[in-house]
């Protein structure tokens, strides 16, 4: 899947920190691989801009246009903000921009909803189970 045609959403999640890590490295690497050369990264914490991420992810790079936007994202920070942040995205989605979503394990609740739902129609989640 990596050598061909990359997705335009990814979602790791797991309590698994090692695959977790080695995942993320495959996907950065093959976004690499296939001009994604701008990488900017997001860490949700308490307070967390949601507008400043959607601005940076509607923004055109003058230079490189493609980037490859990583989201650190807590499940314990899954608020109707970041639902809502989320399925904003998956709406200005463009080929020049993949977005790869680090998150723990998540609970059914979060596989059941909307933008949960929606990720897997336009990308790819990657579950990582423990050993």
Do not use: C
């Amino acid at each position: 899947h990596l050598k061909t045609q990359l997705k335009p959403i990814y979602l790791i999640t797991g309590d698994e920190a090692f695959l977790a890590q080695e995942t993320t490295t495959l996907l950065r690497t093959a976004a690499q691989n296939s001009g994604f050369q701008e990488r900017k990264i997001f860490s949700v914490e308490t307070g967390f801009n949601w507008e400043l991420f959607l601005a940076e992810a509607a923004q055109q790079a003058l230079f490189n246009p493609q980037v490859l936007f990583e989201l650190r994202l807590p499940a314990s920070k899954i608020n109707e903000a970041a639902k809502q942040a989320l399925l904003k995205y998956m709406e200005l989605a463009s080929p020049d921009k993949i977005l790869l979503i680090n998150t723990d394990k998540l609970e059914a609740k979060h596989q059941n909803s909307t933008w949960y739902k929606k990720i897997e129609q336009q990308g790819t989640i990657i579950t990582l189970w423990p050993m």
